[in-house]
């Protein structure tokens, strides 16, 4: 089955210590984004690629990284210089990053992350 | 710029009952409208989606949505809510033209329904 998916479902990590957050896709598609959730505040875009060793900032990329190495992997640190990364984590693709009605966006099950 | 208003954070309705979650947008162009669902520690799934076709959309699982662009509005409606529909739910909005990184979501419709 084609789809998205993303590790590990929970993760837990110290203040100051960056982490990694795992997206893998095996739609095909060229697009990928990383989105950050917190209660009552919808979606956040924090960054987004084209195409591969490409990619763009977003809404809220401060005190993140991604690279792009592979068309289908978009991993995301979060780095100890965000000051608040406790939050639910979820990478999204689509077929490519131009519009048209039929280009919505897919999701993976999330990573949940809590600094202790 | 595109944006969306979810008129309550928090609805309730009884097993059997209608299910009306609201949704507001502000474009300055007719744009496109999405519904996600979202299970709890989950992704988000596609609902149904508005394209400039038809102004009523079908979707899965029952869900309905209508157009209005005189009232600016993108509600979605079930006829009989099941235990099953409990989640929370998200419009978006897109410009037609605009790339696919320019989704804006509204901050969510948490359903809860009641036995």
């Known amino acids: 089955d084609g789809g998205i998916t993303q590790s590990p479902k929970y993760l837990f990590r110290k203040e100051g210590q960056n982490v990694t957050l795992s997206c893998e896709q095996n739609l095909n598609h060229d697009a990928m984004y990383w989105y950050r959730q917190d209660p009552g505040q919808g979606l956040r875009l924090i960054y987004y690629s084209q195409i591969v060793n490409d990619f763009q900032k977003g809404d809220i990329a401060e005190g993140y990284s991604v690279s792009r190495e592979k068309k289908e992997s978009f991993p995301l640190t979060v780095t100890s210089a965000q000051k608040n990364p406790t939050a639910f984590y979820l990478c999204a693709s689509t077929l490519e990053l131009a519009g048209g009605p039929n280009n919505e966006q897919f999701f993976g099950p999330g990573t949940r992350l809590t600094v202790l | 710029a595109q944006s969306v208003t979810q008129l309550g954070s928090h609805v309730s309705v009884s097993e059997g009952a209608l299910v009306l979650l609201r949704c507001n947008y502000s474009?300055?162009?007719?744009?496109?409208l999405f519904w996600y669902v979202q299970y709890p520690n989950q992704g988000l799934q596609l609902l149904l989606k508005?394209?400039?076709?038809?102004?009523l959309v079908k979707g899965i699982n029952g869900f309905e949505a209508e157009f209005k662009k005189s009232e600016t509005s993108f509600h979605l409606t079930k006829p009989s809510a099941h235990m099953s529909d409990a989640a929370e739910y998200f419009c978006?909005?897109?410009?037609?033209?605009?790339?696919?990184?320019?989704?804006?979501f509204g901050s969510g419709t948490q359903l809860t329904v009641l036995p």
């Open positions: 978006a909005v897109r410009a037609p033209k605009g790339s696919a990184r320019q989704l804006t």
């Open positions: 474009s300055s162009v007719p744009p496109y």
């Open positions: 508005y394209t400039s076709a038809a102004t």
